[in-house]
Nanobody, 120 residues
C-alpha cells in the first residue's frame, strides 16, 4: 500500500519561513501531479500549489511570489518553501499526489496533514 508522509510544519513568526516535505512510499510505479492544499479552521480545503511530472507549476493568488513548490523525482518527494509567512497562512497543510499502479491508472493519495501556525 502506498502512502504520503509529510514533515516540516510548526510555529513561526510573521515574516518567517518554513519548508514542508512530503515523501511517497510503498508500492507504486510512477507519480503524476503533486500538490499542496491547506485547510484553516472553519474554511474549506483549498489548493495552494501544484506541480506536474514535467515541472510545470501553478499557485493560488494568495501565495504567489511567497511560496515555491518543487519536486525531487529521484526521492519521490515534493516540497513547499514558504517565505514571508502571514498569520492568514495558518492552516493544516496536506500533500496530495497521484500514484500509478503500473497499468496506466493513477489513484490520488492524501498525506496526514501538518500544522503550520504563523503568529503576528
Amino acid at each position: 500500500q502506498a502512502q504520503l508522509v509529510e514533515s516540516g510544519g510548526g510555529l513561526v513568526q510573521a515574516g518567517g519561513s518554513l519548508r514542508l516535505s512530503c515523501a511517497a512510499s510503498g508500492i507504486f510505479f510512477s507519480i503524476n501531479a503533486m500538490a499542496w492544499y491547506r485547510q484553516a479552521p472553519g474554511k474549506q480545503r483549498e489548493l495552494v500549489a501544484a506541480i506536474t511530472s514535467g515541472g510545470s507549476t501553478n499557485y493560488a493568488d494568495s501565495v504567489k511570489g511567497r511560496f515555491t513548490i518543487s519536486r525531487d523525482n529521484a526521492k519521490n518527494t515534493v516540497y513547499l518553501q514558504m517565505n514571508s509567512l502571514k498569520p492568514e497562512d495558518t492552516a493544516v497543510y496536506y500533500c496530495n499526489a497521484g500514484l500509478g499502479d503500473g497499468g496506466g491508472w493513477y489513484r490520488r493519495y492524501w498525506g496526514q496533514g501538518t500544522q503550520v501556525t504563523v503568529s503576528s
